[in-house]
């Protein structure tokens, strides 16, 4: 079983920039594929950014790109996302997911349980 924790979320106001962390029970992280989601109230779950186990294996969804950047640490089991020029249609809870394959669906084994990250204008 693997346990994710996010943190970091809050309010900000538009372009301004946030972080985010997402800290991972297993030993074996450095395997998995960890990804950040987002989901806007009335909205499905949205895809932001993924990043393999291996270097150069990183996506984006079209609306960050360019504006978010994930990173992961293996040898802390902890995935980052920082999120610069920020839009209030940013505002959403975003939730840290590990899998074993990249995919833009929420097709992920393990799910955190979410951070609110709100964007005023």
């Known amino acids: 079983q693997v346990q994710l924790v996010e943190s970091g979320g809050g309010w900000v106001q538009a372009v301004r920039s946030l972080s985010l962390s997402c800290a991972a029970s297993?030993?074996?992280?450095?395997?998995?594929?960890m990804a950040w989601f987002r989901q806007a109230p009335g909205k499905e779950r949205e895809f932001v950014a993924a990043?393999?186990?291996?270097?150069?294996?990183?996506y984006y969804g079209n609306s960050v790109k360019g504006r978010f950047t994930i990173s992961r640490e293996n040898g802390k089991n902890t995935v980052y996302l920082q999120m610069n020029s920020l839009k209030p249609e940013d505002t959403a809870v975003y939730y840290c997911?590990?899998?074993?394959?990249?995919?833009?669906?929420?097709?992920?084994?393990?799910w955190g349980q979410g951070t609110q990250v709100t964007v005023s204008s």
């Open positions: 997911a590990a899998g074993q394959v990249v995919s833009i669906t929420t097709s992920y084994d393990y």
């Open positions: 297993v030993l074996t992280f450095g395997r998995y594929v």
């Open positions: 990043i393999t186990w291996s270097v150069g294996g990183i």
